[in-house]
C-alpha cells in the first residue's frame, strides 16, 4: 500500500485543484464543535499531502498528519516548509496506520478522502480500527468518509477521462475501473498521460487503486469490537440519509472508554 501513491503523488494536488478542501474541512469542524467541543488536537490518518491538516491547524488545533507514501509525505512537508513563517502547531509523521504507535493521545482522529476504503482485508481494517483506539482520548471523536456499498453496486464505477493542466503540464488520467463482487472491492486502474507543455514530451504511468466498498453492519460491528459508539452516520457533505445513490457516507464515532 505505500507505493500505491508514489507515481500519483507529484500531480496529487494538480489532479485535485477543484477539490474543495476549505469546505470539507468546515463541514468537518462542524461536527467537532457540536460533539466535542472542548477538542484541542487532531491526529490525521492517511494524511496524503496535508491539505486539510494546515486548515484544521489554522482553526487553532494541534494537528498531526500520518502518511505511508513517501513521497505524498515529502509533499506535505514541502507544503509545511511553504507555511513555516505561519504561528501553527502542525507536523507530519511517515508510518503506516495500521501499525504506527505515537507517544501521544488525541481528541479527534480524522481518516479522509476515502482512507478507510484502502484498508482491503477485514485484518488491515481492524488493525486501523487499532490504532484509532489507541490513540484517541475518552469521549474523542473518530470521523472518516468511506465508499457506501449499495451505492457502489448500483451505481457502478465506468470508465472516464479526466484532463488538468497548469503553465507547465497537462494531465490525462483515464480511469478503468473493474468489479469483484465477491470481495467488496472495486479496483480503479488509472492510465496517467503527463504532457510537458514545453518540450512536448509525454510520460506514461499507470496506479492501481483497490478499493474496498463499506455497508453499515460492517462499521457498527467493528465499531462495537473497540467500544466506539457510532453517534452521526450521513451522506458526505450534505447530511441526507445514506441510500443506493449515496456514494459517499460519513461517519463520527465516540470513544466510549
Same mark, same amino acid.
Given at each position: 500500500?505505500? %507505493? ?27 461536527? &467537532? ?24 491547524? %489554522? ?8 502518511? &505511508? ?28 496506520? %495500521? ?9 479527534? &482522529? ?90 512536448? %514530451? ?16 460492517? &462499521? ?38
Amino acid at each position: 500500500m505505500s %507505493r500505491v501513491f508514489d507515481a500519483y503523488a507529484k500531480y496529487y494536488d494538480l489532479l485535485y485543484k477543484s477539490k474543495n478542501y476549505k469546505k470539507e474541512t468546515d463541514y468537518i469542524l462542524k461536527f &467537532i464543535r457540536k460533539y466535542k467541543p472542548d477538542a484541542k488536537s487532531i491526529l490525521d490518518l492517511g494524511c496524503g499531502t496535508g491539505r486539510h491538516d494546515l486548515l484544521f491547524s %489554522r482553526k487553532g488545533f494541534n494537528t498531526t498528519g500520518v502518511e &505511508i507514501s513517501e513521497k505524498m509525505y515529502t509533499a506535505a512537508k514541502e507544503m509545511l516548509n511553504e507555511n513555516k513563517n505561519e504561528k501553527i502547531s502542525l507536523k507530519f509523521y511517515k508510518g503506516d496506520i %495500521r501499525k504506527i504507535k505515537l507517544l501521544s493521545k488525541y481528541d479527534v &482522529i480524522t481518516s479522509l478522502f476515502h482512507v478507510i476504503n484502502y484498508q482491503t482485508s477485514n485484518e488491515d481494517l481492524d488493525s486501523v480500527f487499532k490504532t484509532v483506539k489507541s490513540h484517541l482520548k475518552k469521549d474523542g471523536l473518530f470521523i472518516f468518509d468511506f465508499w457506501y456499498g449499495p451505492a457502489v453496486l448500483s451505481d457502478r464505477p465506468e470508465k472516464r477521462t479526466k484532463i488538468m493542466k497548469n503553465d507547465d503540464i497537462e494531465i490525462k488520467r483515464h480511469t478503468v475501473p473493474e468489479m469483484k463482487v465477491n470481495d467488496n472491492l472495486a479496483v480503479i486502474n488509472f492510465k496517467v498521460e503527463v504532457k510537458d507543455l514545453k518540450t512536448h %514530451r509525454i510520460k506514461k504511468f499507470n496506479e492501481t487503486h483497490n478499493m474496498r466498498y463499506l455497508f453499515l453492519p460492517e &462499521i457498527d460491528s467493528i465499531s462495537e469490537k473497540f467500544a466506539l459508539e457510532n453517534i452521526y452516520t450521513k451522506e458526505w457533505l450534505t447530511g441526507k440519509n445514506l441510500s443506493d445513490k449515496t456514494w459517499y457516507g460519513f461517519t463520527v464515532l465516540k470513544n466510549k472508554n
